[in-house]
């Protein structure tokens, strides 16, 4: 069956620092989508960053670099210049079966960005 | 362009009740998918309706339900409400390509009492 682990619960991290968010994932498909979502306090969850399993490099979104090591079956998201406003969950995500609208969600990762 | 809007933000219902939902995507927008979020089980997919029919159900019973109207707002439909139902209800519309991310709302907290 499909999985995401998502292993740490809490980060924290010094406002202009980096930080890695890790995200393990589990699927016996070939072609795959994995995505990563931030949902600030207000409840709405926001897009990131995609990865398809058969992209060449890695996937960049401005501040946001996903790290992805396929044999590892890992989708890090790496962001660069923490500011106060990315203190959020993050998860990471993955289509179910080639689905991109059934998604399989970890349990998500809080970060709080210290000034 | 405006984004995806759910309404009503917050509902207390009781045990028992009904409750219905509504979502309106961003324009141009033809699929809507509805997620559960709960602390313990974390996000969920329900169901995904694309030009008015469901395409895809996830495991839930059939106390929960959805449809979705010609000009592409969904509503989803909770019967005899338990406990449990309560949840941050998500809706999410995308484009139909695929590797289109979805694009979420601010959700529904439905508080069962």
């Known amino acids: 069956a499909q999985k995401i682990t998502q292993t740490q619960p809490g980060m924290f991290v010094q406002e202009k620092e980096a930080v890695t968010l890790d995200c393990t994932y589990d699927?016996?498909?070939?072609?795959?989508?994995l995505f990563w979502y931030k949902q600030p306090s207000s409840g709405e969850m926001i897009f990131l960053i995609y990865?398809?399993?058969?992209d060449q490099q890695n996937a960049t979104e401005g501040r946001y670099s996903l790290n992805f090591q396929k044999a590892r079956k890992s989708a890090n998201l790496v962001i660069s210049a923490s500011q106060l406003g990315d203190s959020a969950m993050y998860f990471c995500?993955?289509?179910?079966?080639?689905?991109?609208?059934?998604?399989?969600w970890g349990l998500g990762t809080s970060l709080a960005v210290n000034p | 362009k405006a984004g995806v809007t759910q309404t009503p933000r917050y509902l207390i219902k009781t045990r028992g009740q009904q409750v219905t939902l509504s979502c309106s995507p961003i324009?141009?927008?033809?699929?809507v998918s509805w997620y559960q979020q709960t602390p313990g089980q974390g996000l969920q997919f329900l169901f995904e309706?694309?030009?008015?029919?469901?395409?895809n159900k996830g495991n839930f019973p059939g106390r929960f339900s959805g449809r979705q109207f010609s000009n592409s707002r969904s509503e989803m439909n909770v019967s005899t409400l338990e406990l449990g139902d309560s949840a941050l209800y998500l809706c999410a519309s995308s484009l139909a390509g695929q590797n289109s991310p979805l694009h979420f709302g601010n959700g529904t907290r439905l508080t069962v009492t």
């Open positions: 995500a993955m289509e179910d079966a080639g689905n991109n609208r059934k998604l399989i």
């Open positions: 309706y694309f030009s008015e029919t469901q395409r």
């Open positions: 324009s141009g927008h033809r699929s």
């Open positions: 990865q398809g399993s058969y």
């Open positions: 699927t016996s498909d070939p072609s795959y989508g």
